[in-house]
């Protein structure tokens, strides 16, 4: 089995060390923080705990991919001989930048450098490296080891055998991982994006209420999960990010991001992780309680 190398515990990370752990490999999960690595096995332990009460896998299951998981502060202790090393920091360009130019320093020769960025061009990252052909985007959806899609996204100079070597990867992980070319928001955020951007101008506008909006799509188009509740769920700072990464990169007003969506992240309203969004989180249930601000 590759070994493989996970940069940052956090929702995205944690969630890829599990799966890749669960099909096998051992998994390095990097992060500068102790307290993250600790917070993300707790998090692990108590995902694969739910699969073991719903009897998808075994108690002896969830020790075997636990015992696959080694933590590390320090990424040059943990890259030296990964196959795969995946990067799922922050979603900041510096930072994404600064983080593969030590990659491509500490990994041996042949190992592919992969970022789990929603938006941030793959191109622009490989070229801080100097193996462009071995890096690529290996998109992963959350909560990760419930979404089926992995999304594949070539940069420029990406090469045909690192496609079909994360293809492949992706597959024995059990996910559907599709290939895609590096262009702003790639597929699943060009598309998703200005959807939840649309619902939040139809709230801004007053045409319909935060439920109402969010009932509409769910009851009409089947979505899980209504636009706003998303928006919360991926958080509304990634959401603008995003916005802002679509605008910037064609140039076109319709992408312009809703003045609501620019308030609400200026005033920390980021959704579930910051307590607030559309709906309340403090209330210490399970529930979607719409936020005061937008009660009627
Ligand atoms: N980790 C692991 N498993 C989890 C989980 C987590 N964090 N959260 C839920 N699950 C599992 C549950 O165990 C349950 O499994 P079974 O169906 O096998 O029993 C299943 O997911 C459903 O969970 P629940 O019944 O508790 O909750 P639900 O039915 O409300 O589903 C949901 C929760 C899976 C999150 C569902 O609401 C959903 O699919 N929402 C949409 C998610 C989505 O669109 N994700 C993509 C976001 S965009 C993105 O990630 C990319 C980007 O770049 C922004």
Known sequence: MDKITVIGAGTMGNGIAHVFAMFGH?????????NALDKAVATI?????????????????????????????????????????????????????????????LA????????NTSSISITKIAA???????VIGMHFMNPVPVMKLVEVIRGYATSDETTEKIMDMSRN?????????????FVANRIL???????IITLFEGVAGVEEIDTVMKLGMAHPMGPLQLADF??????????????????????????LL???????????????????????????????TFKK
């Open 108 to 115: 041996p020769e042949g190992c592919i450098l992969a970022t």
């Open 193 to 199: 994006m200005p959807m939840i951007n649309e619902a």
């Open 45 to 105: 332990t108590k995902n694969l705990g739910r699969m073991v009460s719903k009897e998808k896998i075994t108690a002896e299951q969830q020790q075997a991919t636990l015992d696959n998981i080694t933590t590390h502060t320090d990424l040059a202790k943990a890259a030296g001989d990964s196959h795969l090393i995946v990067e799922a920091a922050t979603e900041n360009v510096d930072l994404k930048l600064k983080i593969f130019k030590q990659m491509d320093e």
């Open 128 to 134: 801080v490296t100097g193996r462009p052909d071995k």
């Open 234 to 259: 991926i958080g509304l700072d990634v959401c603008l990010s995003i916005m802002h990464v679509l605008h910037d990169g064609f140039g076109n007003p319709k992408y312009a991001p809703c003045p």
């Open 173 to 185: 992980l059990k996910k559907v991982p599709v290939e895609v070319n590096d262009y702003p928001g």
């Open 262 to 292: 620019v308030n609400m992240v200026t005033a920390g309203k980021l959704g579930r992780k910051s307590g607030e969004g559309f709906y309340s989180y403090s209330h210490g249930t399970k529930d979607w309680i719409v936020a005061d």
């Open 26 to 34: 051992q998994v390095n999960l990097v992060d500068i923080s102790q």
